[in-house]
């Protein structure tokens, strides 16, 4: 079974930067499409970021586009959310999760019930 672990989290100022990391146990790492999610207090889960098997897609929520940046390393098996510009609404808990059959509804990156596999999660706190 895959597990993934992220860190980076992190207290910051407004209009810092910071970079999550997620990695991933398994030898099938790059037959997973990953994303980020996130939760702040008192509010539901939130797409914010995903890419292809082969890194070579991506994409994001409206909310963070032109801000964050995904990544992924298949041979590390490792998953990088850069965040920069960090303002106070970015503030919560961040997930990796894993898409283990992303050929059985191809195309909804922004579905976390298309997700099966998460992380424990990682805060991120914004001071303004």
């Known amino acids: 079974q895959v597990q993934l672990v992220e860190s980076g989290g992190g207290l910051v100022q407004a209009g810092d930067s910071l970079r999550l990391s997620c990695a991933a146990s398994?030898?099938?790492?790059?037959?997973?499409?990953m994303g980020w999610f996130r939760q702040a207090p008192g509010k539901e889960r939130e797409y914010v970021a995903s890419?292809?098997?082969?890194?070579?897609?991506?994409f994001y929520s409206d909310s963070v586009k032109g801000r964050f940046a995904i990544s992924r390393d298949n041979l590390k098996n490792t998953v990088d959310l850069q965040m920069n510009r960090l303002n106070p609404e970015d503030a919560a808990v961040y997930y990796c999760?894993?898409?283990?059959?992303?050929?059985?509804?191809?195309?909804?990156?922004?579905?976390?019930?298309?997700?099966?596999?998460w992380g424990q999660g990682t805060q991120v706190t914004v001071s303004s």
């Open positions: 999760a894993a898409d283990t059959q992303p050929f059985k509804n191809p195309g909804r990156w922004y579905d976390a019930d298309e997700y099966d596999i």
């Open positions: 890419i292809s098997r082969s890194g070579g897609s991506t």
């Open positions: 398994g030898r099938t790492f790059s037959g997973y499409v």
